[in-house]
């Protein structure tokens, strides 16, 4: 004789076998089961499956108020028998919860007042739903109230990255994708120029609230007799490094000046922590999110006071761009800033620009590779975006060939101190592009391996160097720091950090170093599309790829690549005129047509 129980919410009909049950299913499968793993309702004998009989729910219930009784009793009362049918729908009623609620293997009746409160919580919940279905269908029409706004806050949460479904977006019969729930917002107007990327990839957006101690007393070098020049771009506001050379016998001097950021941020301190954190400064169009704070700049810019604290690389260099010796030490210096252009002016970095041009042939000759990709500088001023295409002028190349000459010394000095350090290598591509102009310079670039940062020195193919290190930029990037922290631990004659602590670093500032460069790309993509919403384009683009009937093009003035229909064949490096057509702000997507 099968008695009826309930196994996994469902009826089962059971019989004894042994020590355990065995139980059919209302889909005709069995199990063996433990009789603790069942709800016991009727002794049987039961069939599947059953019809539950009309009952007297309410009056049940008036008579029971607040009291507890068994599944049988509750049937009883309220189908006027104790059959299968009535145990399972005395069951129904308790899983339902509305005036009974089972507990353990008893039936409660709830008081007037539970009753009471339950039945505002369903209306509410059903005014809820009713509200939400309203509100889904204006916004399927593209409208909205109001009072629809605490509903769109879940889909701009999911557009920041902030949360990873929304029932709203499966009402709409939308992705519920950060994407997705951008396009949504656009259409309907509540965004318009809004940029998600930083936010989304969790990065912070308000400079460090950390104070910085004072200055160490230590001897320090005065060379504020010599000329020292900070050149950078126009508008640049954290100038950390600085520049003088001069011919000797044997060549050139050469001094680079760093910021010395290190000897107000020790290893461990709270700002050597929260500048490990955020991995480098963050470059928006919108404006700088530093990963120092503001105060370090301000204190340990180049060039931002009359006289400012420097580490000192000084380096002889000969005719040939060989580096023959190094001396470090920290310094006060006497900057000058200067933009590049201004550079171009200045009789006084004569020595620079033939020292700069003897190492770059030299990396040259060990297999460097000299990519030169028109770059574009993107701002937001006044609620506009402008775009600045940066010129390549030859003092850049100055620049660039004293900052690698410091970081190719630095590296120098760890491997033969034996210091730990963080090196700056990478593979050879695989295979070196024959031929001339953007085009080559592009498929280049795609063949390039990834840089990679290691506590074990190894050459840098992309540079043309047996080994290298990032040293002259602490303000902006951590792992420069860390390398400062290391040469001034070694220059003190201090414990520097170990291997394994470089590593650690070298990992965590490396894995948030890579979302701060997608965001900055990012950013920098979704500015440039605003610009061409507001101001169209209509421009030069150079084919650097043919892709089947498709072509690749470069937009020097832009800084950005489209693929283009192509409606004749072109060689490689064509010139042609494209117009901006529409860009998908959402999905970062611009598209382009031939004039």
Not at 157 to 172: D, K, V
Not at 179 to 202: C, D, S, V
Not at 423 to 429: G, I, L, R, S, V
Not at 580 to 595: G, H, I, K, S, Y
């Amino acid at each position: 004789m099968a008695a009826l129980v309930i196994y996994k919410n469902r009826p089962a009909l059971a019989e004894e076998r042994g020590d355990k049950l065995e139980l059919t299913l209302p889909d005709g499968a069995r199990a063996r089961v433990r009789p603790k793993d069942v709800l016991f309702l009727h002794p049987g004998p039961a069939r599947l499956p059953l019809e539950v009989p009309e009952g007297e729910e309410e009056a049940a219930w008036e008579l029971l108020q607040g009291q507890a009784v068994s599944l049988k009793e509750l049937a009883e009362l309220v189908y006027g028998a104790y059959t299968p049918e009535a145990a399972y729908g005395a069951y129904l009623l308790a899983q339902r919860g509305e005036r009974f609620v089972l507990e353990g293997d008893r039936v409660r009746a709830r008081t007037p007042e539970e009753l009471a409160a339950l039945l505002r919580a369903k209306r509410a919940r059903e005014e809820r739903e009713q509200a939400f279905q309203e509100a889904v269908g204006r916004l399927k029409e593209g409208r909205w109230l109001p009072e629809d706004r605490p509903l769109l806050a879940e889909a701009e949460a999911l557009a920041w990255g902030e949360r990873r479904e929304s029932r709203l977006m499966r009402a709409l019969a939308l992705p519920e994708t950060p994407e997705a729930a951008h396009a949504f917002l656009l259409r309907l107007g509540l965004w318009r120029w809004e940029n998600p990327h930083p936010r989304r990839l969790g990065l912070p957006l308000t400079p460090p609230d950390l104070p910085l101690p004072p200055l160490p007393e230590e001897a320090r070098e005065d060379l504020t007799h010599l000329p020292a020049f900070a050149v950078d771009d126009e508008g640049s506001q954290d100038p950390d490094d600085a520049v003088y050379a001069e011919r000797v016998p044997e060549g050139f001097r050469l001094l680079v000046h760093v910021a010395d950021v290190a000897a107000l941020v020790p290893p461990g301190s709270p700002q050597d922590l929260e500048a490990l954190r955020r991995g480098a400064n963050l470059y928006l169009p919108e404006g700088t999110v530093p990963m120092l704070p503001q105060a370090a700049t301000e204190r340990l810019g180049l060039g931002l006071r009359e006289v400012s604290p420097a580490l000192t690389f000084e380096l002889w260099v000969s005719e040939e761009g060989e580096l023959l010796r190094e001396r470090l030490y920290p310094s006060w210096v006497r900057v000058q800033r200067l933009t590049y252009r201004e550079a171009l002016g200045e009789p006084a970095l004569g020595p620079l620009a033939a020292l700069a041009q003897a190492f770059h042939r030299k990396r040259l000759a060990q297999g460097a590779l000299d990519l030169a990709l028109p770059e574009v500088k993107v701002r937001l001023e006044e609620g506009r975006v402008r775009l600045t295409p940066l010129p390549p002028y030859e003092s850049r190349l100055w620049v660039r060939e004293a900052m690698l000459l410091a970081g190719y010394a630095a590296a120098h000095l760890a491997l033969r101190e034996g210091l730990p350090f963080p090196f700056a290598t990478q593979e050879a591509p695989s295979r070196r592009v024959e031929g001339e102009g953007l085009a080559a310079m592009w498929e280049q670039r795609k063949l390039l391996k990834r840089a990679q940062l290691k506590a074990v020195p190894a050459p840098h193919k992309g540079l043309g160097l047996p080994l290298y290190a990032q040293v002259t930029s602490p303000l902006r990037r951590y792992l420069d720091l860390v390398a400062h922290q290391q040469l001034r631990a070694w220059l003190r004659g201090e414990k520097p950090l170990s291997q394994e602590e470089l590593l650690q670093r070298v990992g965590a500032a490396e894995a948030v170093a890579d979302l701060v460069r997608e965001a900055e790309r990012k950013s920098k993509l979704h500015w440039t599309l605003i610009h061409l919403l507001q101001e169209g384009y209509e421009g030069p683009g150079v084919l650097v790829e043919r892709r089947g009937g498709q072509g690749v093009f470069l937009l020097p003035e832009l800084g950005l690549s489209a693929q283009v229909a192509l409606a004749q064949p072109l060689p490689l490096n064509a010139e042609v005129r494209l117009r901006f057509l529409e860009a998908d702000l959402a999905n970062l997507e611009a598209r382009f047509a031939l004039v």
